[in-house]
């Protein structure tokens, strides 16, 4: 929400929707990063650690935030991006003039080996992982864009500027931490080639190479001892992981690192790779591994991922229907679940008419990759438009009026069209739409132990891939949930049914219908 007429989301535009927030039900605002940034990846490059971009309000604003949150019963969990800073904060700015300044160890550089870049790795978004600054006569490594320089976590000063900036922002209220790209903070001394150099894309590099060293590992246990005596700071992971088992080393209680991972799938992959029968095995898999002592993060929404309704589930007649499936999706497994702003409405994919319309560095550096390839415009376009992270961050849709109310000026980026259908005004006094279905699936989960702590099972009732369903079992208690990935109405096998407990239709027994979901005491 835009407080002041400038196009841009603020702080102040947020506390004037505090009380939208509280009556939604969530207990806790996770904020990408407010910090100020060049904004080469919308923020996730930070020019200052303890400031708030400009264009967001102050600091006094950003507290006024924490208490109008707190006075609500809500926590607040700042993003902190510590794999790579900005290359325009003063540390890189002094690092880059000499190898012998104060801050020349808090990045990773490195002299040129035979006049060329030390190895063959390339960056996330394309080319060279290298960048070459003729003052210090060294590259830098970026593994994302080369205004990302990689920090270096082995330089002990550099380590604790960073364990006491997060001390810094619980000081001033911050009750937890939603920790960007983690897996990759340790880097091998020895900068190996990449044995597969014609990877054109970065992430699969970095799986094979970088992930999940033990130092990396020692440094976010470091994160927690720097915490330690605020008491229970929440600790949320973005990591990049290869299996369950890479997965548990972040969450496991007793190794005191996270307490509850978000794993990190590139757009391309997620959208390629997807289908009802993987999220259930995927399900299975990490539900096994880590019940015992580890959690996890739900979701199926971020400002990196297209929206669920359009990727999961179905735009236009079944957006309502499979909304609210997939809401009961989320609600009803183990885990902590994240709502992304505007999943609470539908919102969905957005069209854009040209690539010049759409700001993501990834949808932009994805657009000429595919160029690159030999693809045409056309197809180029259309791809991605379809993984673009901006499908995720155009602005809310508060209600009907001009750019759907969430600023009188111009927007960053443009709105949806679809917003007079799917607005929050029109939805809220509406008992059957898409956020008063949301509320009651807080309100039960809150009220519910069952849907929290229970013991999760999948069974069969029928014999196709796209019905997703399990019990949550808790003190004697069973509830069954019943999820139709599918445009299709698929015949159930008869079971004894209880009382109907919430669900998005009238629930037929012997059948479920198209993006159906129901919940059922047994
Ligand atoms: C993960 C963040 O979620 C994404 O938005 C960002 O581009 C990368 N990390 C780099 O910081
Ligand atoms: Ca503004």
Redesign the pocket.
């Known amino acids: 929400m835009d407080s002041n007429g400038d196009g841009i989301g603020d702080l102040q535009g947020i506390i004037s929707k505090l009380d939208y927030l509280k009556d939604l039900g969530i207990t806790a605002i996770w904020m990408?990063p407010v910090y100020p940034s060049p904004n080469a990846?919308?923020g996730?490059?930070v020019a200052d650690y303890l400031g708030i971009m400009p264009e967001f309000g102050t600091l006094g604003d950003w507290q006024e935030l924490a208490d109008g949150c707190h006075q609500r019963g809500i926590k607040i969990i700042m993003d902190i991006?510590v794999?790579?800073s900005s290359d325009e904060h003063p540390w890189f700015i002094e690092s880059a003039k000499s190898k012998t300044n104060d801050k020349s160890d808090y990045y990773i550089w490195h002299d040129p080996v035979e006049g060329k870049e030390p190895n063959n790795w390339r960056s996330?978004w394309g080319g060279s992982a290298w960048e070459y600054v003729p003052e210090r006569e060294q590259n830098y490594l970026h593994l994302?864009s080369k205004k990302?320089p990689d920090l270096n976590w082995s330089c002990e000063e550099l380590k604790n500027e960073i364990y006491s900036m997060m001390e810094k922002w619980v000081q001033l209220g911050t009750d937890g931490f939603r920790v960007?790209?983690i897996s990759y903070l340790d880097k091998p001394i020895d900068f190996p080639d990449s044995p597969e150099p014609s990877m054109a894309d970065g992430y699969s590099f970095c799986m094979e190479q970088l992930i999940g060293r033990d130092k990396t590992h020692r440094y976010i246990h470091g994160m927690n001892e720097a915490l330690k005596k605020y008491g229970d700071v929440l600790m949320v992971g973005?990591v990049v992981v290869k299996d369950t088992a890479d997965m548990q080393r972040y969450v496991l209680d007793e190794n005191e690192e996270f307490s509850m991972a978000i794993p990190?799938v590139p757009p391309v992959v997620e959208i390629e790779a997807w289908s009802p029968k993987k999220l259930k095995e995927d399900l299975f898999e990490s539900y096994e591994s880590l019940k015992s002592t580890g959690w996890c993060a739900r979701f199926l929404s971020?400002?990196?991922k297209p929206r669920q309704v359009s990727l999961y589930g179905k735009e236009g007649e079944f957006g309502e229907q499979s909304a609210k499936m997939l809401a009961t999706f989320i609600h009803t497994l183990p885990g902590t679940p994240f709502v992304y702003q505007g999943e609470e409405l539908g919102m969905t994919n957005v069209y854009f008419d040209s690539i010049e319309e759409y700001d993501d560095?990834?949808t932009r550096t994805y657009y000429e990759g595919c160029l690159l390839a030999g693809m045409n415009e056309a197809d180029a376009f259309k791809k991605a438009q379809h993984i673009s992270?901006d499908n995720a961050r155009t602005p809310m849709h508060w209600n009907s009026s001009k750019n759907a109310g969430f600023t009188t000026g111009d927007p960053w980026l443009k709105i949806n069209e679809n917003y007079l259908k799917i607005n929050a005004e029109k939805q809220i006094n509406d008992p059957d739409s898409v956020i008063s279905y949301y509320k009651k699936l807080i309100t039960l989960r809150k009220e519910n132990k069952i849907l929290v702590y229970g013991d999760l099972k999948f069974i069969t009732l029928c014999d196709s891939d796209n019905v997703i369903s399990y019990t949550r079992s808790y003190k004697g208690e069973t509830w069954l949930i019943i999820n139709n990935f599918s445009d299709k109405e698929i015949t159930l096998s008869p079971a004894e049914y209880d009382s109907v407990i919430l669900g998005n239709s009238k629930f037929k027994k012997n059948s479920i219908s198209a993006y159906e979901a129901v919940i059922i005491k047994i």
């Open positions: 990408s990846d919308n996730y490059d991006v794999n790579h996330v994302f990302q960007d790209a973005e990190f971020n400002h990196d560095i990834d992270r």
